[in-house]
């Protein structure tokens, strides 16, 4: 499936000033905003692989992904996450298909439990697998 691949966008969080473009804002989100942003572009993503005719093209619509990222607002817990995510997501701008074999980073467990539990309730979320994924039974 392409929602593993889609894991591994997510960025945020350091010192840098707000008007700089790169600089990610987190920490007051609600989990189900942060799983509409990482699932909407989680399927953007795997829409490129099936519409788009170049690497190029895809490195686009990666680069749009990482964007949205940046601008998100996690909650707390997964600022970290997040820049994590982006930064997975920036290494894959040169070769935008690794997205489809290099496994994204997590969060930790219980968080990953928590995102997972409500992935079903997020419209963006049509699979509800993106976090549940190899997630180990408790």
């Known amino acids: 499936m392409l929602l593993p691949l889609l894991l591994v966008m997510s960025a945020c969080g350091d010192s840098k000033s707000q008007s700089d ?5 987190g920490g007051t989100g609600t989990d189900e905003a942060y799983l509409a942003t990482i699932c909407a572009g989680t399927s953007e993503f795997s829409n490129a692989l099936i519409s788009k005719t170049s690497a190029d093209e895809i490195a686009d619509v990666i680069r749009a992904f990482i964007t ?10 997964l600022v970290q996450y997040n820049a994590d995510f982006v930064k997975y997501l920036e290494d894959a701008v ?8 290099r496994n994204p980073p997590l969060p930790p467990k219980d968080v990953q439990r928590r995102l ?14 993106f976090f549940s994924r190899d997630l180990p039974a408790e």
């Open 21 to 25: 473009p790169t600089t990610t804002t």
């Open 68 to 77: 949205e990222m940046k601008a998100a607002n996690p909650p707390a817990d």
């Open 94 to 101: 040169s070769d935008p298909t690794s997205l489809v074999t």
């Open 116 to 129: 997972a539990a409500k992935e079903l309730d997020v419209p963006e979320c049509k699979d509800g697998t």
